[in-house]
């Protein structure tokens, strides 16, 4: 599985292209010393996106492993609720700490 916590303080989307070899979000992300293909552009310009949608489908995942280890075990409804409860508010914390960041 892939640590995004390792990218945690790039730059963040939209990346474009100025030209052939510099990438620019926010500040001048990156200048090559030759120019790039164009679906490699776009790659490297979509980068923070695919990051995003990466860990959507991680928390995603978590939440069906959760509800199937609920439904599993024999958890009571209460149970179920508070569980799904307390990880709502842990991805609201993770998404506070971000926005801090």
């Known amino acids: 599985m892939i640590d995004t916590d390792k990218y945690e303080g790039h730059t963040p989307a ?3 292209w100025v030209d052939s070899s510099t990438l620019e ?11 790039i293909g164009e679906g490699d552009a776009q790659l490297v310009a979509d980068a923070p996106l695919l990051l995003e949608e990466v860990k959507r489908l991680k928390d995603e995942v978590e939440e069906r492993i959760t509800a199937h280890y609920i439904l599993a075990n024999g ?3 209460a149970e179920q609720e508070w ?3 307390k990880r709502r ?4 914390i993770e998404q506070l700490k971000e926005m801090n960041e």
Do not use: D, F, K
């Open 14 to 16: 939209p990346w474009r």
């Open 25 to 35: 979000g926010e500040n001048t992300v990156c200048e090559l010393s030759q120019g």
């Open 75 to 77: 958890w009571s409804r």
């Open 89 to 92: 508010l842990l991805m609201q």
């Open 83 to 85: 569980e799904q409860e």
